[in-house]
């Protein structure tokens, strides 16, 4: 009867900038040199598959397995941000990211999620009350329990239902 009661402020969490880190801030390895550029990743549906393969040489290597065990969260918010700003672009509704707590204070869409999980940013559309959590599908993915074999069906999935 009273939710407007309970209902706080929204906190944004601009990750745009993050997500240009992938084709910014590169390592000195020459396949990341040739395949994680601006050109490549431009935040189009297809520019997906150069994160799959970037994630499954991550994942498929011992340097790779090295650098996800140190930097996991930098890599779940790098990756995340850019799949998420894939997702929005190609939605083109009103998501925007924000603090997943103010989200959750705001809003029933997360009532059902389990708090005891690692909270990352999300994006969420105050106009359809949806959420989309790209960061934590990029945290089960790395971790090895998605349900999705790759980004690039995660992506498509999400735009799908949310369009």
Same mark, same amino acid.
């Given at each position: ?23 910014? &801030? ?12 601006? @050109? ?8 997906? @598959? ?6 499954? @040489?991550?994942?498929? /290597? ?10 996991? &969260? ?44 690692? /909270? ?44």
């Amino acid at each position: 009867m009273f939710d407007f009661l309970k209902r706080t402020k929204l906190i944004k969490d601009d990750l745009k900038g993050m997500a240009t880190l992938m084709y910014r &801030d590169v390592s000195e390895d020459a396949w990341d040199k040739e395949n994680l550029t601006k @050109r490549n990743l431009d935040f189009t549906i297809e520019s997906t @598959r150069f994160i799959d393969m970037y994630v499954k @040489r991550l994942m498929n /290597t011992e340097k790779g397995i090295e650098l996800l065990n140190k930097h996991f &969260d930098n890599f779940v918010v790098r990756i995340g941000a850019y799949i998420g700003e894939v997702i929005k672009k190609n939605i083109n509704q009103d998501f925007i990211w924000y603090e997943f707590d103010s989200v959750y204070a705001y809003s029933s869409a997360l009532d059902e999620f389990h708090r005891s999980e690692k /909270t990352y940013s999300l994006l969420y559309s105050k106009k359809r009350d949806i959420v989309i959590l790209p960061l934590l599908e990029t945290t089960h993915f790395l971790e090895g329990a998605s349900t999705y074999p790759n980004f690039l069906a995660y992506v498509e999935d999400m735009i799908k239902k949310n369009s």
